[in-house]
């Protein structure tokens, strides 16, 4: 079946540091692929995606590439800020979305 | 603001109650979701619906039914309410647009059983 696993967390960091969060997935298929955010008391927030093999996503600094060939797509951060706590979710989709069990992400000032 | 608007926003149940968690979207998508979050587990697929008048179980459907009652509203009913039940549940909606689905989710609704 399809999955996704993701880095375990939870991961914190000093403000400024250098953020990757790994994931991995397993597809039947050539799926999309997706970083959701979702910070303290909201939902779920689309950050970036890919849909073929080598494309970059990007948004608000955070950077992630579909690489095909290691079957993953890491999220990348070069300088994170106190504002990017928050859990992450990568998941990807073949008519359906299948999660990662999610990051939680600290920034300390 | 288009969107899916989810209610209740916060529940609490005591065991063997029912309830049904509300779902409502104004975009004209054609599938709906219901997942839940549970710590550590990220969101599980319950029930989808890929149209209108179709519905389909997910990765944990048991304890829980659907109904697709029209375009826009897609309903989760809890029959016999069970504490392992006390997650958030999240509704969304997709549509395919330029080779690839894009999701919008509601704000979720905190369920707790007692």
């Known amino acids: 079946g399809n999955s996704v696993t993701q880095m375990e967390g939870p991961v914190t960091l000093s403000e400024e540091a250098f953020l990757t969060i790994n994931c991995t997935y397993t597809a039947t298929g050539y799926p999309s692929l997706f970083w959701y955010v979702q910070y303290p008391g909201e939902g779920l927030q689309l950050l970036l995606k890919a849909t073929k093999a080598d494309d970059k996503g990007s948004n608000k600094g955070f950077e992630a590439t579909y690489r095909k060939e290691t079957t993953s797509f890491h999220l990348e951060k070069g300088s994170v800020q106190v504002s990017d706590s928050a859990v992450y979710f990568c998941?990807?989709?073949?008519?359906?979305?299948?999660f990662g069990q999610g990051t939680r992400l600290t920034i300390n000032p | 603001n288009a969107g899916v608007t989810q209610t209740p926003k916060f529940q609490v149940l005591k065991t063997g109650q029912s309830m049904t968690l509300q779902c409502a979207q104004d975009?004209?998508?054609?599938?709906m979701y219901w997942y839940r979050q549970d710590p550590g587990m990220g969101l599980r697929l319950i029930y989808y619906?890929?149209?209108?008048?179709?519905?389909d179980k997910g990765e944990v459907p048991n304890g829980y039914n659907v109904s697709r009652l029209n375009k826009r509203e897609f309903s989760l009913r809890l029959e016999s309410a069970a504490p392992s039940q006390t997650s958030v549940y999240f509704c969304?909606?997709?549509?395919?647009?330029?080779?690839?689905?894009?999701?919008?989710f509601g704000s979720g609704t905190r369920l707790t059983v007692v």
């Open positions: 998941a990807l989709s073949l008519e359906k979305l299948v």
């Open positions: 969304a909606s997709s549509e395919f647009r330029e080779g690839i689905y894009g999701y919008t």
């Open positions: 975009m004209n998508h054609n599938s």
């Open positions: 619906s890929a149209s209108e008048g179709t519905t």
